[in-house]
């Protein structure tokens, strides 16, 4: 989304709690990773879980529950009818994603409580659990409790808080469990803790017809869940002045809530409540939990044609303000069609103007979509439509099949905003019209992904993120904006891929007088921090921000960034942590292998370990810092040497540098 606008919790939202209380004195049944590191406990009367890996709780006993139709199913948790293991095996192909394939091996422990129970899956990545209901027709969940009990008040934490569920676009906190305020703001997933010397990162997969999962208190060091209610009213709002409609506009907001959490099928399975377990933060870039037990897709499905790839942004850029001050145009997208062609993009994307204003069933006078979109095929370059979601909300089949047939690949969707089982049945609904219609998904303004991208491979980005649009009314906390970068990959990344938007030419270094600017905006750091981005950040449609004139005066830096793959074969965590850097790997799936790293805010030395190379002598294309990019942040060393693996290559990063490295054989 363009511009975050946070209310007060209380003021923006109803939200629904669970209450129940009891003394530990229960069963215990649990589920054990394939490689026995990892455990997931439930006991029963009162219902509660426990993680463990390698012997140490990390996750004490946390209370859960769920009221449906007004009964406490907790409160039924005395005994289980039955208990039942099994074995998960497998490896799953991943047609669009940062591996090739991903194994699927796990324990799973089901205790049966009747007309209900709770699943307990443990994988060699993380566990996790959730609750299962057999009721009969339609139900309404009145609650559900998710706390997350640490095992202690002086813990480690790195999180996000807001006000507004749904528009997850916060610098990260990195404090001690005890010093986190819920006065005004929740914490949003994902969460991550450092424990008993595991790193532990709380997140969620598969959340179909029900609210994300948030924590909304604490005390004695438990975090509890807080869920938003239905929607009971809504009302569609224009512009930024808050105008009511009665269809379309910018936004679908939620006037009054209900009192409960969703009306949904009594016969389901409820969202996966995830743990990411590591011995360390880096690791977390290596784990499968959220994709794998997230559904698969449908029988018979066919997603051949989707094809991920690098964009060419208009907006960020002020549509190539320093080659056409006209703006949005015919003109001004011929340039970016034909810049995106003769640099191997695969696609450009038409933001907020080509149409009249929130109207897409009315181009603008200025802009010739049809003639472009044929323009684009051509020269075999993919326009992408912007859109907000109330233009598409209630109209999702009509849409997807319209636009396809006039022949754009895709949509970004913006806008939503919401964490409610409303929108998360909207963002499944269209993804699924869309696939039907070959259509291409990006969701902007939404909050993180929970595993839906892979039943639809066509779904391959969402936001959810501080990202680099935040620059173009950037407020001047240097120190925070490098940070959040940064945590990004140990946080926000761990649930899967992210609408960043890096790729920027005009780099301002750490302690600059850059303090945004919304026509010729530019990022904060290194040059080499946003060409690291490119192989850190995990984004199959992968825009690039900045303007086809500048990236033509920076070609050396841009021909390297546009060839940086948007899926890869696999990933090897490098080194890192949330407070100071992070670094990883990425194999090609034909064969190739980048190396990228970036810092905070301080000037960082780190060391390349190139074992995950193969065989043989490869040369390494690399861009480093220059030894003077501390005082002008668009200075970079571009050389090639030659390796072999296991070479140690050193790195000096300036404050709020980065490095990027392409090994070829």
Same mark, same amino acid.
């Given at each position: 989304?363009?511009?975050?606008?946070? !209310? #007060? +919790? =209380?003021?923006?939202? *109803?939200? %629904?709690? @669970?209450?129940?209380?009891?003394?530990?004195?229960?069963?215990?049944?649990?589920?054990?990773?394939?490689?026995?590191?990892?455990?997931?406990?439930?006991?029963?009367?009162?219902?509660?879980?426990?993680?463990?890996?390698?012997?140490?709780?990390?996750?004490?006993?946390?209370?859960?529950?769920?009221?449906?139709?007004?009964?406490?199913?907790?409160?039924?948790?005395?005994?289980?009818?039955?208990?039942?293991?099994?074995?998960?095996?497998?490896?799953?192909?991943?047609?669009?994603?940062?591996?090739?394939?991903?194994?699927?091996?796990?324990?799973?422990?089901?205790?049966?409580?009747?007309?209900?129970?709770?699943?307990?899956?443990?994988?060699?990545?993380?566990?996790?659990?959730?609750?299962?209901?057999?009721?009969?027709?339609?139900?309404?969940?009145?609650?559900?409790? !998710? #706390? +997350? =009990?640490?095992?202690? *008040?002086? %813990?480690? @934490?790195?999180?996000?808080?807001?006000?507004?569920?749904?528009?997850?676009?916060?610098?990260?906190?990195?404090?001690?469990?005890?010093?986190?305020?819920?006065?005004?703001?929740?914490?949003?997933?994902?969460?991550?803790?450092?424990?008993?010397?595991?790193?532990?990162?709380?997140?969620?997969?598969?959340?179909?017809?029900?609210?994300?999962?948030?924590?909304?208190?604490?005390?004695?060091?438990?975090?509890?869940?807080?869920?938003?209610?239905?929607?009971?009213?809504?009302?569609?709002?224009?512009?930024?002045?808050?105008?009511?409609?009665?269809?379309?506009?910018?936004?679908?907001?939620?006037?009054?809530?209900?009192?409960?959490?969703?009306?949904?099928?009594?016969?389901?399975?409820?969202?996966?409540?995830?743990?990411?377990?590591?011995?360390?933060?880096?690791?977390?870039?290596?784990?499968?939990?959220?994709? *794998?037990?997230?559904?698969?897709?449908?029988?018979?499905?066919?997603?051949?044609?989707?094809?991920?790839?690098?964009?060419?942004?208009?907006?960020?850029?002020?549509?190539?303000?320093?080659?056409?001050?006209?703006?949005?145009?015919?003109?001004?997208?011929?340039?970016?069609?034909?810049?995106?062609?003769?640099?191997?993009?695969?696609?450009?994307?038409?933001?907020?103007?080509?149409?009249?204003?929130?109207?897409?069933?009315?181009?603008?006078?200025?802009?010739?979509?049809?003639?472009?979109?044929?323009?684009?095929?051509?020269?075999?370059?993919?326009?992408?439509?912007?859109?907000?979601?109330?233009?598409?909300?209630?109209?999702?089949?009509?849409?997807?099949?319209?636009?396809?047939?006039?022949?754009?690949?895709?949509?970004?969707?913006?806008?939503?905003?919401?964490?409610?089982?409303?929108?998360?049945?909207?963002?499944?609904?269209? *993804?699924?019209?869309?696939?039907?219609?070959?259509?291409?998904?990006?969701?902007?303004?939404?909050?993180?992904?929970?595993?839906?991208?892979?039943?639809?491979?066509?779904?391959?980005?969402?936001?959810?993120?501080?990202?680099?649009?935040?620059?173009?009314?950037?407020?001047?906390?240097?120190?925070?904006?490098?940070?959040?970068?940064?945590?990004?990959?140990?946080?926000?990344?761990?649930?899967?891929?992210?609408?960043?938007?890096?790729?920027?030419?005009?780099?301002?270094?750490?302690?600059?007088?850059?303090?945004?600017?919304?026509?010729?905006?530019?990022?904060?750091?290194?040059?080499?921090?946003?060409?690291?981005?490119?192989?850190?950040?995990?984004?199959?449609?992968?825009?690039?921000?900045?303007?086809?004139?500048?990236?033509?005066?920076?070609?050396?830096?841009?021909?390297?960034?546009?060839?940086?793959?948007?899926?890869?074969?696999?990933?090897?965590?490098?080194?890192?942590?949330?407070?100071?850097?992070?670094?990883?790997?990425?194999?090609?799936?034909?064969?190739?292998?980048?190396?990228?790293?970036?810092?905070?805010?301080?000037?960082?030395?780190?060391?390349?370990?190139?074992?995950?190379?193969?065989?043989?002598?490869?040369?390494?294309?690399?861009?480093?810092?220059?030894?003077?990019?501390?005082?002008?942040?668009?200075?970079?060393?571009?050389?090639?040497?030659?390796?072999?693996?296991?070479?140690?290559?050193?790195?000096?990063?300036?404050?709020?540098?980065?490095?990027?490295?392409?090994?070829?054989?």
């Amino acid at each position: 989304m363009h511009i975050a606008k946070f !209310a #007060s +919790l =209380a003021s923006l939202l *109803a939200v %629904v709690g @669970c209450v129940c209380c009891g003394s530990f004195d229960a069963e215990k049944n649990s589920a054990v990773s394939p490689d026995g590191r990892n455990e997931i406990r439930l006991y029963s009367n009162p219902l509660a879980y426990e993680v463990v890996r390698d012997g140490v709780v990390v996750a004490a006993r946390s209370e859960i529950g769920m009221k449906v139709n007004g009964t406490c199913l907790k409160c039924l948790a005395k005994v289980p009818v039955d208990v039942t293991k099994k074995p998960v095996k497998g490896v799953a192909e991943a047609q669009v994603y940062k591996k090739d394939k991903v194994c699927l091996a796990a324990s799973e422990t089901f205790v049966d409580f009747g007309e209900w129970g709770v699943r307990l899956t443990a994988r060699n990545d993380g566990v996790a659990y959730r609750f299962e209901t057999k009721f009969p027709g339609r139900v309404k969940v009145d609650c559900e409790k !998710a #706390s +997350l =009990a640490l095992p202690s *008040a002086d %813990v480690k @934490c790195w999180g996000n808080q807001t006000g507004a569920v749904g528009c997850e676009e916060t610098i990260p906190f990195s404090k001690k469990a005890s010093e986190i305020d819920f006065s005004r703001e929740m914490v949003y997933l994902p969460f991550a803790y450092s424990a008993g010397g595991k790193f532990v990162v709380v997140t969620e997969s598969d959340v179909r017809d029900y609210p994300i999962w948030n924590f909304g208190s604490s005390s004695d060091g438990t975090l509890e869940s807080k869920f938003v209610g239905e929607p009971k009213k809504t009302s569609h709002v224009g512009g930024w002045g808050n105008e009511k409609l009665e269809k379309g506009g910018r936004w679908v907001k939620v006037e009054e809530h209900e009192d409960f959490i969703s009306e949904t099928d009594g016969t389901r399975t409820f969202p996966w409540r995830t743990f990411i377990l590591a011995d360390t933060p880096s690791k977390v870039c290596e784990a499968d939990i959220v994709w *794998a037990l997230a559904p698969a897709q449908d029988k018979g499905a066919d997603f051949s044609w989707v094809k991920p790839g690098k964009v060419a942004w208009d907006w960020w850029n002020c549509f190539d303000n320093i080659g056409d001050p006209q703006g949005c145009t015919t003109k001004t997208y011929e340039r970016f069609i034909d810049f995106a062609a003769a640099n191997g993009v695969e696609y450009v994307i038409f933001d907020e103007g080509w149409s009249e204003k929130l109207n897409i069933w009315k181009y603008s006078p200025v802009v010739d979509v049809p003639h472009l979109i044929k323009y684009g095929e051509k020269k075999g370059v993919g326009i992408i439509l912007w859109m907000a979601w109330a233009q598409v909300y209630g109209d999702e089949e009509h849409v997807a099949e319209h636009f396809s047939k006039l022949g754009a690949k895709g949509f970004k969707v913006d806008f939503m905003d919401r964490g409610d089982a409303e929108v998360a049945n909207f963002l499944e609904k269209f *993804a699924s019209a869309c696939a039907k219609h070959h259509m291409l998904v990006d969701y902007h303004g939404a909050y993180r992904p929970n595993g839906l991208h892979r039943r639809f491979p066509n779904l391959l980005n969402y936001e959810g993120i501080h990202g680099l649009e935040q620059l173009k009314w950037f407020d001047g906390n240097d120190k925070g904006l490098m940070y959040s970068d940064v945590a990004a990959c140990f946080l926000r990344m761990s649930a899967g891929p992210m609408d960043y938007t890096p790729g920027a030419m005009l780099n301002h270094g750490i302690g600059s007088s850059y303090r945004g600017s919304p026509k010729t905006p530019g990022s904060v750091g290194t040059r080499c921090r946003q060409m690291a981005m490119m192989a850190l950040y995990e984004a199959p449609l992968q825009m690039l921000c900045d303007s086809p004139t500048l990236y033509e005066k920076n070609l050396e830096c841009f021909s390297f960034m546009a060839k940086v793959p948007t899926v890869w074969k696999s990933v090897v965590a490098l080194g890192g942590c949330p407070d100071s850097m992070f670094a990883a790997a990425r194999q090609t799936r034909d064969g190739e292998w980048y190396a990228a790293g970036m810092t905070t805010a301080d000037a960082r030395d780190f060391e390349v370990d190139t074992s995950f190379l193969g065989k043989g002598e490869w040369k390494a294309e690399l861009f480093r810092d220059a030894g003077d990019a501390k005082e002008d942040a668009a200075k970079y060393v571009h050389e090639t040497k030659s390796v072999k693996a296991g070479d140690k290559m050193s790195f000096h990063m300036a404050p709020g540098g980065g490095f990027v490295v392409r090994f070829t054989k």
